[in-house]
């Protein structure tokens, strides 16, 4: 596609709920980067894709996060059991190569209630 | 601990005359710098970068200066105009470590453009 998308744009879950937030990035590129954004905060780094290898995930904040690319486009990044710390907008990036320039998605802004 | 610090939350300038946002960082091995621009609802979008081996960096009414012995950079926008209102994110790469595509971002100035 044109750029990157983003699904849903808004999710409300309730405390304890699973979440499946949903990446396309733009077609042929390799690299892909999920942050998290908290209200009034800069992005923050959460995990880093080269195509279907998950090469950095350090920015990962507890094992109930989990990201994956099977097929090195879709990403779907996971959250179990939400928490309300988790309440946050998620962004997903694209990127011809880890040094090229990087397209940020519209984000998906999660609330945990 | 900040490695990319925004120390102004918001700034206000008139249209047509000069907008300076600041940004300061810490980790001595950052190679490279990028501006993004944020409109509520939206994504960060690019606006400008430059390298660790160069000073200044221009693209029409934006130009980033880095001053290295410093750890500093600075946007200058001239002139500005009332669509530049937005929220503009400092951000930094690391050059080892983890990603080397990673970026780290500051919290962000909110710029106002008033006509």
């Known amino acids: ?113 | 601990d900040q490695q990319v610090k925004q120390n102004s939350p918001s700034l206000s300038v008139q249209e047509g005359r000069i907008s300076i946002l600041n940004c300061d960082y810490t980790n001595s091995m950052f190679d490279y710098f990028l501006w993004y621009k944020k409109y509520p609802a939206e994504g960060p979008t690019f606006l400008i970068s430059i390298s660790s081996i160069k000073d200044k960096n221009e693209d029409g009414r934006f130009t980033v200066f880095l001053n290295k012995s410093a750890k500093h950079l600075s946007l200058h926008i001239v002139p500005s105009q009332p669509g530049d209102s937005a929220v503009y994110f400092c951000a930094a790469r690391r050059i080892y470590g983890g990603s080397q595509g990673n970026l780290i971002f500051g919290k962000g100035t909110k710029l106002s453009v008033k006509p």
């Open chain 1, 1 to 113: 596609g044109a750029g990157v998308s983003q699904s849903p744009r808004y999710k409300v879950a309730k405390r304890g709920q699973d979440v499946a937030l949903r990446c396309d990035p733009i077609s042929g590129h390799v690299s892909l980067f999920w942050y998290q954004q908290a209200l009034g905060q800069g992005p923050e780094f959460l995990t880093y894709f080269q195509n279907e290898a998950q090469l950095d995930k350090s920015g990962l904040p507890s094992d109930r996060f989990f990201a994956e690319r099977p097929e090195g486009s879709v990403s779907t990044l996971k959250i179990q059991r939400t928490q309300q710390e988790d309440s946050a907008v998620y962004l997903c990036a694209s990127s011809f190569g880890a040094g090229a320039g990087y397209t940020f998605g519209s984000g998906t802004r999660l609330t945990v209630v």
